[in-house]
């Protein structure tokens, strides 16, 4: 899948490709033991999650992943985490570190998909560009 936004294409895969989740998830400075692509993992194979994982190929041959998981029923999305109460932080990884542009392609991402439900609990050390590229009628429930 191939997104424009403000002119530029931002290329999107899921679930993200493990080798360059990883490739990331080592070059982002604020990166969470729950942002490793086998945590995802160990959350499908013992909770019965999938993986919704989305890596975006940014501008200036940077890369972002969002570690996230779903529940489906009967094929159809019921919500999707990054990630599920209880299963760690997620949020946005980024190649150096997750900026507001970065937040801001994946929230326009997000904006577009056809899931009734999605919830983010963002690593706090990120927190600072979180709130400047949320965009307006995002819910936040600090915590």
Same mark, same amino acid.
């Given at each position: 899948m191939t997104l424009l936004i403000s002119d530029t294409r931002t290329r999107i895969l899921s679930p993200a490709p493990r080798a360059e989740w990883l490739a990331v998830y080592e070059s982002?400075?604020?990166? $969470?033991?729950?942002?490793?692509?086998a945590w995802? !993992? $160990?959350m499908c194979a013992f909770a019965g999650f999938? !993986?919704?994982s989305r890596l975006y190929e940014?501008?200036?041959d940077r890369y972002a992943v969002l570690p996230m998981v779903r529940r489906q029923l009967l094929g159809a999305p019921l919500w999707e985490a990054s990630f599920p109460p209880?299963?760690?932080q997620?949020?946005?990884l980024a190649s150096g570190g997750v900026g507001p542009g970065d937040l801001a392609v994946m929230f326009e991402d997000l904006r577009r998909r056809r899931v009734p439900r999605?919830?983010?609990r963002p690593n706090p050390l990120s927190i600072p560009a979180w709130e400047e590229a949320r965009p307006a009628g995002v819910i936040t429930?600090?915590?």
């Amino acid at each position: 899948m191939t997104l424009l936004i403000s002119d530029t294409r931002t290329r999107i895969l899921s679930p993200a490709p493990r080798a360059e989740w990883l490739a990331v998830y080592e070059s982002d400075p604020n990166a $969470l033991i729950y942002h490793h692509p086998a945590w995802v !993992d $160990l959350m499908c194979a013992f909770a019965g999650f999938q !993986d919704a994982s989305r890596l975006y190929e940014l501008p200036g041959d940077r890369y972002a992943v969002l570690p996230m998981v779903r529940r489906q029923l009967l094929g159809a999305p019921l919500w999707e985490a990054s990630f599920p109460p209880a299963w760690g932080q997620g949020g946005l990884l980024a190649s150096g570190g997750v900026g507001p542009g970065d937040l801001a392609v994946m929230f326009e991402d997000l904006r577009r998909r056809r899931v009734p439900r999605i919830s983010l609990r963002p690593n706090p050390l990120s927190i600072p560009a979180w709130e400047e590229a949320r965009p307006a009628g995002v819910i936040t429930v600090p915590r």
